[in-house]
């Protein structure tokens, strides 16, 4: 069938009826509503001062039923004002002239009319939003009940002749409101209509979207794999599909209604497309594993850690991602099945060997987000590392180049069998190094491709001294780098991982699981710092937030104790032993923060100082030494 398309206009409350009749229906891979109020604000301004904006394209069939491909945004947000305009009023529609006129007959002194007229336009606004919920309540405003409104809020107006001056006052102001909101009712909005072969239509919404900004790499997916479908059977992948149909009750709020979607329909099918497939998987895995992906922020946003991993698991390089359906969909129904549910196992492992450093409670908190110290990519490689190591073998041609995959999930490996025990000894520090070494920073998709395809990436042998040199090396470059006196930074996601793993053996079960929790804190504390730095007239600058200078520390003590050292808080001694403090916490003694009381040169304290944390920096060697090797 051959496609056509031709231009043509849209009454905008004729769009508006459409939508709100479903006569006009949204695809499933089109976005949901994320525009904020700054853009859909722009847009209606642009409408109102009768400038161009861009044009819808809708596919008609031949029953009249129609889908915008393209302008999802535009529209919604004409429907909004349409069915509440008053959202949509602001300053912009506040005549400062008529606002003036009335502060002139409040009788109050020239002084106090900056705030006065600034309480008539709060109160305004307030006004025409709170009463005036529909199209129909705005056109058929009573400009009188603002007079009596306002006079409750300022007694001074409360004067029958003020009210009607007041009506006459606002009388124009609104009015032209209403005029705008009459044509904007009537406004012609560009269409182009598309009839022809519905088939084609993720590819238009590819093309037209491909080379705009406003469009993430996996909306384009979205509708490129809108046609590739799989079957969930595993009864322990279900919850992905109610993570979907989240996303498409978020979406269908109100009354937009997407083609052919129906929640009961997919939650009984559970056929899904592999875009959804991955967007569910990716907030599956979430869900359940946060410390390793973060937590899920939003129902409807689509997260890439999905699409990562299931494309890196089955061996493709990330630059290949834009065909991950068709690389997937080359195995049946069951094969994709068992790739996720390994997938999730080989989580769940991966999560064992690491959870030193990314479920350690540290000064973790008790709230729905969580920290994550590593970079998406340096996890989804060490998820794929494992999984591609126990099911997946390549196959290369005389260049080296993968010919073929084979997977099979129904067995580990026999060479995994022989390589595991080192990878759990081993990956914890290389893990750290990667760290350390911030490796991972930047796009990292070509080291992440590398390490699929290198089966002895994290079995290699990290031996103490190259950990070592790699810890100094570190420390050194931060002792160089920050130079704080008045602003401390906060620690960093290598001193957090670091202070994890010294604190590991430390803390008991109870502090771990307890409801007790712990600060990250400075034991040259960060107040007393900037007070003895103040005396060098910002002419000295010290690494303050060094490691050498960190601790985890109880909250409620640490809280209480200020700029005070743990030595010279007489009341946070009451709670901890010297003893215990030294041994669980802070590793000194007293004699190390002696210098603190001394009156020193500039030289002498940053010495003082730089001894300190290096000193200290020894012993928090020692202690990753005992816990890693």
Same mark, same amino acid.
């Given at each position: 069938?051959?496609?056509?398309?031709?231009?043509?206009?849209?009454?905008?409350?004729?769009?508006?009826?459409?939508?709100?009749?479903?006569?006009? !229906?949204?695809?499933?891979?089109?976005?949901?509503?994320?525009? #904020?109020?700054?853009?859909?604000?722009?847009?209606?301004?642009?409408?109102?001062?009768?400038?161009?904006?861009? &044009?819808?394209?809708?596919?008609?069939?031949?029953?009249?039923?129609?889908?915008?491909?393209?302008?999802?945004?535009?529209?919604?947000?004409?429907?909004?004002?349409?069915?509440?305009?008053?959202?949509?009023?602001?300053? &912009? #529609?506040?005549?400062?002239?008529?606002?003036?006129?009335?502060?002139?007959?409040?009788?109050?002194?020239?002084?106090?009319?900056?705030?006065?007229?600034?309480?008539?336009?709060?109160?305004?606004?307030?006004?025409?939003?709170?009463?005036? @919920?529909?199209?129909?309540?705005?056109?058929?405003?009573?400009?009188?009940?603002?007079?009596?409104?306002?006079?409750?809020?300022?007694?001074?107006?409360?004067?029958?002749?003020?009210?009607?001056?007041?009506?006459?006052?606002?009388? @124009?102001?609104?009015?032209?409101?209403?005029?705008?909101?009459?044509?904007?009712?009537?406004?012609?909005?560009?269409?182009?209509?598309?009839?022809?072969?519905?088939?084609?239509? @993720?590819?238009?919404?590819?093309?037209?979207?491909? =080379?705009?900004?406003?469009?993430?790499?996996?909306?384009?997916?979205?509708?490129?794999?809108?046609?590739?479908?799989?079957?969930?059977?595993?009864?322990?992948?279900?919850?992905?599909?109610?993570?979907?149909?989240?996303?498409?009750?978020?979406?269908?709020?109100?009354?937009?209604?997407?083609?052919?979607?129906?929640?009961? =329909?997919?939650?009984?099918? %559970?056929?899904?497309?592999?875009?959804?497939?991955?967007?569910?998987?990716?907030?599956?895995?979430?869900?359940?594993? @946060? #410390?390793?992906?973060?937590?899920?922020?939003?129902?409807?946003? *689509?997260?890439?850690?999905?699409?990562?991993?299931?494309?890196?698991?089955?061996?493709?390089?990330?630059?290949?991602?834009?065909?991950?359906?068709?690389?997937?969909?080359?195995?049946?129904?069951?094969?994709?099945?068992?790739?996720?549910?390994?997938?999730?196992?080989?989580?769940?492992?991966?999560?064992?060997?690491?959870?030193?450093?990314?479920?350690?409670?540290?000064?973790?908190?008790?709230?729905?987000?969580?920290?994550?110290?590593? !970079?998406?990519?340096?996890?989804?490689?060490?998820?794929?590392?494992?999984?591609?190591?126990?099911?997946?073998?390549?196959?290369?041609?005389?260049?080296?180049?993968?010919?073929?995959?084979?997977?099979?999930?129904?067995?580990?490996?026999?060479?995994?069998? &022989?390589?595991?025990?080192?990878?759990?000894?081993?990956?914890?520090?290389?893990?750290?190094?990667? *760290?350390?070494?911030?490796?991972?920073?930047?796009?990292?998709?070509?080291?992440?491709?590398?390490?699929?395809?290198?089966?002895?990436?994290?079995?290699?042998?990290?031996?103490?001294?190259?950990?070592?040199?790699?810890?100094?090396?570190?420390?050194?470059?931060?002792?160089?780098?920050?130079?704080?006196?008045?602003? *401390?930074? #906060?620690?960093?996601?290598?001193?957090?991982?670091?202070?994890?793993?010294?604190?590991?053996?430390?803390?008991?079960?109870?502090?771990?699981?307890?409801?007790?929790?712990?600060?990250?804190?400075?034991?040259?504390?960060?107040?007393?710092?900037?007070?003895?730095?103040?005396?060098?007239?910002?002419?000295?600058?010290?690494?303050?937030?060094?490691?050498?200078?960190?601790?985890?520390?109880?909250?409620?003590?640490?809280?209480?104790?200020?700029?005070?050292?743990?030595?010279?808080?007489?009341?946070?001694?009451?709670?901890?032993?010297?003893?215990?403090?030294?041994?669980?916490?802070?590793?000194?003694?007293?004699?190390?923060?002696?210098?603190?009381? %001394?009156?020193?040169?500039?030289?002498?304290?940053?010495?003082?100082?730089?001894?300190?944390?290096?000193?200290?920096?020894?012993?928090?060697?020692?202690?990753?030494?005992?816990?890693?090797?």
């Amino acid at each position: 069938m051959k496609n056509r398309w031709k231009p043509d206009t849209l009454k905008a409350s004729e769009l508006e009826r459409q939508i709100k009749e479903n006569i006009i !229906t949204i695809p499933t891979y089109q976005r949901g509503a994320v525009w #904020n109020a700054e853009k859909k604000n722009k847009l209606v301004e642009t409408i109102k001062i009768g400038l161009p904006f861009g &044009s819808l394209l809708i596919y008609k069939d031949d029953n009249d039923k129609k889908q915008l491909i393209d302008g999802l945004q535009r529209s919604l947000t004409i429907f909004e004002f349409i069915n509440n305009p008053a959202k949509f009023f602001d300053d &912009s #529609n506040i005549d400062s002239k008529s606002i003036r006129e009335i502060f002139k007959i409040t009788g109050y002194q020239e002084s106090q009319r900056s705030p006065i007229e600034d309480r008539i336009k709060t109160e305004l606004i307030k006004w025409v939003k709170e009463n005036h @919920p529909t199209m129909e309540s705005v056109l058929h405003m009573d400009y009188s009940n603002f007079s009596y409104y306002l006079a409750k809020k300022l007694p001074v107006l409360n004067d029958l002749e003020k009210a009607h001056t007041i009506k006459e006052i606002i009388k @124009p102001m609104l009015s032209g409101y209403k005029d705008i909101c009459q044509t904007l009712l009537n406004t012609e909005i560009p269409v182009i209509y598309l009839t022809g072969d519905k088939s084609i239509l @993720p590819e238009v919404f590819e093309r037209i979207n491909s =080379t705009g900004a406003n469009l993430t790499k996996y909306q384009i997916f979205s509708a490129a794999w809108s046609t590739s479908l799989v079957k969930i059977v595993d009864t322990s992948l279900h919850a992905i599909v109610t993570h979907i149909t989240n996303r498409y009750d978020e979406m269908v709020r109100g009354d937009i209604e997407i083609e052919d979607y129906d929640s009961t =329909t997919l939650k009984r099918d %559970k056929e899904v497309n592999v875009f959804d497939l991955c967007f569910g998987f990716g907030k599956h895995i979430k869900e359940h594993f @946060p #410390n390793l992906f973060g937590t899920n922020k939003d129902i409807s946003q *689509v997260d890439s850690i999905g699409f990562n991993l299931v494309n890196a698991c089955i061996g493709h390089k990330v630059k290949s991602q834009n065909i991950l359906n068709e690389n997937l969909t080359q195995f049946n129904v069951t094969q994709i099945n068992n790739i996720l549910v390994k997938i999730f196992s080989t989580i769940k492992e991966v999560d064992t060997y690491l959870k030193t450093v990314t479920t350690f409670k540290g000064n973790s908190r008790a709230t729905k987000m969580v920290a994550v110290n590593h !970079t998406e990519y340096q996890i989804v490689s060490i998820i794929a590392y494992v999984f591609i190591q126990k099911y997946v073998t390549f196959e290369y041609d005389e260049n080296d180049n993968v010919k073929k995959r084979i997977i099979d999930t129904s067995r580990k490996s026999k060479m995994w069998n &022989s390589k595991e025990k080192i990878f759990k000894q081993n990956i914890l520090r290389a893990y750290i190094i990667d *760290v350390l070494n911030e490796n991972w920073r930047g796009s990292g998709d070509k080291k992440l491709d590398s390490i699929i395809h290198n089966p002895d990436h994290y079995i290699r042998e990290i031996t103490w001294r190259e950990f070592e040199i790699e810890l100094d090396r570190w420390f050194d470059k931060v002792a160089t780098e920050r130079n704080e006196s008045k602003k *401390v930074a #906060n620690p960093k996601e290598t001193d957090k991982t670091l202070l994890n793993v010294v604190y590991s053996t430390l803390f008991t079960a109870e502090d771990q699981y307890g409801d007790r929790y712990f600060d990250i804190e400075h034991l040259a504390t960060k107040g007393l710092m900037k007070d003895k730095l103040a005396n060098y007239n910002d002419e000295l600058k010290l690494p303050i937030s060094s490691i050498g200078n960190l601790c985890y520390l109880p909250e409620a003590e640490n809280r209480a104790k200020g700029k005070k050292t743990i030595y010279d808080d007489s009341e946070y001694l009451k709670s901890y032993s010297i003893d215990q403090l030294e041994k669980k916490y802070t590793f000194t003694t007293k004699e190390d923060f002696e210098w603190l009381k %001394k009156d020193l040169f500039i030289s002498e304290f940053k010495t003082e100082y730089l001894n300190f944390i290096r000193n200290r920096f020894k012993k928090i060697k020692d202690k990753i030494k005992n816990n890693l090797f």
